[in-house]
């Protein structure tokens, strides 16, 4: 070792939405460390604390490296056992395959976690697998999260990722309900170093405005906060919309020739006054007001809604209705309003748009969307009898045992299933359910480009890193584990396997390559709006506006900038008519239960409601096992506002016992003003403490699962989408 000289590698850490730039410095196959790129064009050398956990997950003695299998011991006990991939694979695939012919397709159920978003090969090559299985009862990370997003841009735009970004270096007003971006880094808003960009707003006189039940990390740098009673921003929105027309700030003339109908929101948004939602929301009539033309009276304003927006009863109309805020005030394809991108390697174009409505659970019949159910039906799925239940699940990078709704519930039937294998490092709360575990390489040791992120990121920008450290022979990346078992259960289906072998020689860096070549600024003919729109972006450097590709990117390795986002209607719309479908019908239909639940006198009776929260350092659960993530003063309590703490005489550091209809929990309370009153918060992905584990940082690490406490019955009607904020709990100091 002594002999191997220092290396320096250029790439970008997948640990949240951002993107940041990272420079590795390793010798030989030792990281030695990872700080932020200072000539990476993105992010110009910042990055927060949780790059450096990527050397931590790289040297981490308890990330298992080679396939093991459940082997049973007497007693009841078990021990995990060491095999070959080969070995692995063909267990795999022989257990899922019998299961499927004993029990149909749908026997065999997929959970995704939010890891294959920032991972190449599982976006390119994943599906393969997935296609294999045949199987409806898909799940995913995406309804415990964004999927009012997708829905609302799928039904608007066309397609489910074309989703419009903040410009946020070049707004005067951000308004935002409901993120946390200081903390999540952003979230559907890929943007290092979100701080300095914040503060850049208030430089240039503009105004950053936070609605939020808590005062955040973001809200504590905003001009302006104001607290608002979780799951009452859908009566918010109803009220600024209703301000826009009452008092005649539209403006929609550049909007209507893409969405002739939009004058029809005032007949949904009349009976809204600021007067009629301000005790439900807890805001004044007046700030309502106030709130909409300060927004209106900015040169350019963007509003936007993040996960307390999503995740809550009314999160796909919330969404929705943000959206045609952005759209009346004249913010929606305009310099520092909401944009699209224009990324370099754009799958959207060959990717599917998002079906909608062709399928609902069997147990509770949740709507299916993009091929996906609801997570919050999955245990259910698994504990009812009948045709369909699932008898097997394939567990991709995930962990729903801590991360999703009634999480007890969903352990249970985990702990009840046939079989299942789980392609992770780690032996988590799920994984210990698995009988099979086929362990991926981790970030650094693989190539890497974000599909994902690019689209949505606040500036236009290519980058692609090569694996920082190279891997041992019989270390698989998660591409070859999924097309591995593609091949492996179409072999056993009777079906031809000869493709596979030009899918091995291409791998997905090669799905890439076309990627750019076809893209907006590869070498492919272009129209002349083409020509001219490219070259309208402000490029460092115009030869890298044409001609992109794998090799140019290589060939700069700290990135490629592409100019900040450019309007874009009506090509960024994927309707054939290249119109805005506003459908009223859908989304609207949804106010009969708003009025219902906000203002049915039977439903007036108030109780605490319980809210998670972000930290910086612990956006994913398995970085609990980081000893850097986790050391400090304890980040998982109970809190909860000085007048609520009396109420039940609570003092600070007091143990807390938190009931809700589903589970229960102690914490320890922390009292702060930081919360409004009624309102608590614990944060999410916390709690290791299950038998079987291996985790041995995190289980030290105290901490609860918030997903104890949330509830699978609760869900946004019109998507699915789990409730975790808003959750009614009941509180007492714990003897």
């Not at 041995?696 to 869900?715: C, E, F, K, R, W």
Request: proline share 5%; with cysteine.
């Amino acid at each position: 070792m002594s002999n191997v000289e220092q290396q320096l590698h250029y790439s970008t850490c997948t640990l949240c939405e951002a993107m940041c730039g990272i420079e590795v410095a390793t010798k030989g196959r030792q990281i030695l460390s990872i700080k932020g790129d200072k000539d990476n064009p993105f992010s110009q050398g910042y990055s927060c604390p949780k790059a450096s956990a990527l050397k931590d997950l790289y040297d981490d003695p308890d990330r298992l490296k080679q396939p093991v299998k459940r082997v049973s011991l007497e007693g009841g006990e078990s021990e995990w056992e060491e095999i070959t991939w080969d070995e692995a694979f063909d267990l795999v695939a022989n257990n899922l395959h019998s299961i499927q012919q004993a029990h149909g397709n749908n026997a065999v159920g997929v959970y995704l976690g939010n890891p294959n978003a920032h991972n190449m090969g599982s976006i390119l090559f994943g599906p393969y697998f997935y296609r294999a299985l045949k199987s409806h009862n898909r799940y995913s990370a995406t309804s415990v999260d964004q999927l009012p997003h997708h829905i609302v841009s799928r039904r608007l735009f066309g397609h489910i990722s074309q989703i419009p970004i903040p410009d946020i270096d070049h707004t005067q007003h951000f308004m935002i309900i409901g993120g946390n971006p200081l903390a999540s880094n952003g979230s559907i808003m890929t943007v290092p170093n979100v701080k300095k960009r914040l503060k850049a707003i208030q430089k240039r006189d503009g105004k950053v405005v936070v609605i939020d039940p808590k005062r955040s990390e973001t809200a504590d740098i905003s001009c302006e906060h104001h607290f608002i009673r979780p799951g009452s921003d859908v009566l918010l929105l109803l009220a600024m919309l209703h301000v826009l027309f009452e008092k005649q700030l539209h403006k929609m003339d550049a909007i209507l020739p893409y969405a002739e109908d939009i004058k029809e929101v005032e007949n949904y948004v009349k009976d809204y006054s600021p007067q009629k939602v301000s005790e439900a929301t807890g805001i004044s009539a007046s700030h309502i007001t106030q709130l909409v033309t300060d927004f209106c009276d900015a040169d350019s304003a963007v509003c936007y809604g993040r996960m307390g927006a999503s995740v809550q009863a009314f999160g796909t109309l919330t969404q929705y209705l943000i959206m045609l805020f952005n759209m009346l005030t004249g913010n929606l394809d305009k310099r520092g309003g909401m944009m699209f991108t224009q990324p370099a390697a754009d799958v959207l174009p060959v990717s599917g748009k998002g079906s909608m409505g062709g399928f609902t659970s069997r147990v509770r019949g949740l709507p299916a969307f993009a091929g996906e159910y609801p997570v919050a039906c999955l245990a259910e799925e698994i504990l009812t009898p009948g045709e369909g239940q699932i008898k097997a699940m394939v567990i991709g990078a995930g962990n729903p045992v801590v991360t999703t709704p009634n999480a007890e519930q969903l352990d249970k039937a985990f702990s009840e299933l046939d079989f299942m294998v789980a392609v992770d490092f780690y032996v988590t709360e799920t994984s210990r359910h698995a009988d099979v575990i086929l362990p991926p390489v981790t970030a650094l040791e693989r190539d890497h480009y974000d599909i994902v992120f690019h689209n949505f990121a606040v500036r236009n920008f290519a980058t692609y890193s090569e694996a920082a450290v190279e891997i041992d022979e019989d270390q698989l990346t998660d591409w070859q584990i999924y097309l591995s078992l593609a091949e492996r259960l179409d072999a056993l289906n009777g079906k031809n396997t000869a493709h596979y072998a030009a899918l091995w020689d291409k791998q997905p860096k090669g799905v890439v390559d076309d990627l750019l070549k076809a893209g907006l600024y590869g070498g492919k003919p272009r129209s002349a709006d083409e020509e001219a729109f490219a070259y309208s972006n402000f490029a460092a450097d115009e030869s890298q506006v044409r001609g992109l590709s794998l090799e140019a990117l290589k060939a700069h390795p700290h990135g490629i900038d592409l100019g900040p986002l450019q309007p874009s209607l009506p090509e960024a719309l994927f309707h054939e008519d290249k119109k805005i479908h506003l459908d009223f019908d859908y989304f609207m239909s949804d106010l009969d239960r708003v009025n219902k639940y906000f203002f049915d006198v039977e439903n007036q009776e108030k109780s605490m409601v319980l809210i998670g929260r972000r930290h910086i350092k612990t956006n994913n659960s398995w970085l609990h096992n980081s000893p850097r993530m986790v050391k400090g003063n304890n980040r998982c309590t109970l809190q909860l506002h000085p007048d609520d703490a009396k109420a039940h005489g609570i003092e600070d550091g007091d143990k807390v016992s938190v009931k809700s209809r589903v589970g229960q929990l102690t914490v320890e309370a922390e009292i702060t003003d930081a919360i409004m009153p009624s309102v608590v918060s614990i944060p999410h992905g916390w709690g290791h403490n299950k038998k079987g584990i291996k985790l041995s940082v995190a289980s030290q690490t105290p901490g609860v699962n918030t997903n104890i406490l949330t509830d699978d019955l609760q869900v946004d009607e019109l998507s699915g989408n789990a409730v975790l904020n808003g959750v009614p709990v009941e509180l007492e100091k714990a003897e």
